[in-house]
C-alpha cells in the first residue's frame, strides 16, 4: 500500500515563506504525476500543483509566481516551496499521487497565515 506523509505546515505570517515535503513510500517515478492540493475551511479542495513523470509542471492562477513544486527521486520526495505567502493560502495541503489505475493521498498538513 502506497503511503504519502507531508510534513512542513505551521504558522507563518504574511509575506513569509514554507516548503512542504511529501515522502512517499516508493520511487516516486512509479507515479504518472504527483500534486498538490489544499483545503480551506467551508470550502472545497483546490488544485495548488502539479508535476507529472516527464517533469511537466503545472500551478493554480493563484499560485502562479510565488509557489513552485520540485522533486528529489533519490529522497522519494515531493516538495513545495511556498513564497509571499498570503492570508488566503491558510488551509490544509494535501499531497496527491497517481498511476493509471490508483490515486493516493497523504493526511495532509496545516498551513495558517496570519499576523
Known amino acids: 500500500q502506497v503511503q504519502l506523509v507531508e510534513s512542513g505546515g505551521g504558522l507563518v505570517q504574511p509575506g513569509g515563506s514554507l516548503k512542504l515535503s511529501c515522502a512517499a513510500s516508493e520511487n516516486i517515478f512509479n507515479f504518472n504525476n504527483m500534486n498538490w492540493y489544499r483545503q480551506a475551511p467551508g470550502k472545497e479542495r483546490d488544485f495548488v500543483a502539479s508535476?507529472?513523470?516527464?517533469?511537466?509542471?503545472q500551478y493554480g492562477d493563484s499560485v502562479k509566481g510565488r509557489f513552485t513544486i520540485y522533486r528529489d527521486g533519490t529522497k522519494k520526495t515531493l516538495y513545495l516551496q511556498m513564497n509571499s505567502l498570503e492570508s488566503e493560502d491558510t488551509a490544509v495541503y494535501y499531497c496527491?499521487?497517481?498511476?493509471?489505475?490508483?490515486?493516493?493521498w497523504g493526511q495532509g498538513t496545516q498551513v495558517t497565515v496570519s499576523s
Open positions: 508535476i507529472n513523470v516527464g517533469g511537466k509542471i
Open positions: 496527491n499521487a497517481n498511476t493509471l489505475s490508483n490515486s493516493y
